[in-house]
């Protein structure tokens, strides 16, 4: 916001009053607002939940979403009957058809935790594998597997770089049943509205440069490289990491800065053979010759 008087972006607001204040020549910009906060003050946070009358929003990674009631620990003559009413409570709150759901939600929550994926990855994450269990296509998969799938999925929704092979060899996963898992993951979102992977070739290349320790302008090179491959459908059934490590080592073979194919592939856990056909297939499609 900027004042129209001075022009300057030094503005606050005045809660007190319900006004918008420039504060370098003081020209009153907004005023008569409504206070979208509480109409009570609290002095520190256990004031704070005892005067809130609202609990934590709406989340998916909760099997009820967060919609539900809580037996408190106050002030009662009969603490036994207090204790039985919240067993009974906690009970109730979780129906027989949910188990399967709450068990699938808990692991995601551990397995994104781990990892440190952001909140708008989870929840993504827990409306994929809610479609998956509500349609029955968790069945006769390993549930490890089914929820490392997801995850990596939800990750290229989001645009989050982490490629296959890191949940794959975190996980100690069969590829084979990854596999299988995506192929449900991917039928699941289908159906759900702008569910499609977002994820670029490029994001993966800062990463690459860090555990190879390049330059900065081997990154840009690189960039410019597969950027015009994604562009012109070049990058079509190819592995994205694979194909930017490619590129960075053609980058900096060119620019005598070279690591070796197999330091590459031993710092991004990919086989030498991939990293060399994608070598091939980028020399190919820009004629470029490398002289070693």
Known sequence: MKCPVCNSESVRYDYERGQYICSNCGFVIEEGLVDQGPEWRAYDYEDKLEKERTGSPLTLKVHDQGLTTKIG?????????????????????????????????SVLNNEASKLGLPEFVKETAALILRKLVETGLARRI?????VAAVLYYSCQINNIPRHLQEIRNRYGLNS??????????????????????????VVYIPEILDKLGLPQQVAIKSAEIVDIMYKTGLTSGKGY???????????????????????????????EVT????YKEIINNFDIEVSL
């Open 73 to 105: 620990y106050g002030r009662v003559k009969d603490r036994v009957k207090l204790l039985k009413m919240q067993r009974l409570q906690n009970k109730l709150r979780v129906s027989s058809k949910d188990k399967k759901l709450v068990t699938y939600l």
């Open 142 to 146: 390993d549930m490890y597997t089914l």
């Open 176 to 201: 084979s049943e990854l596999w299988k898992a995506l192929q449900r993951v991917q039928e699941v979102s289908k159906k759900v509205q702008n569910f499609r992977p977002k994820v670029k070739p």
């Open 241 to 271: 990491l694979a194909l930017s490590a490619a590129s960075v080592y053609l980058i900096s073979t060119l620019l005598d800065v070279k690591k070796t194919q197999k330091e590459v592939a031993e710092a991004l856990g990919i086989t």
């Open 275 to 278: 990293i060399r056909n994608r």
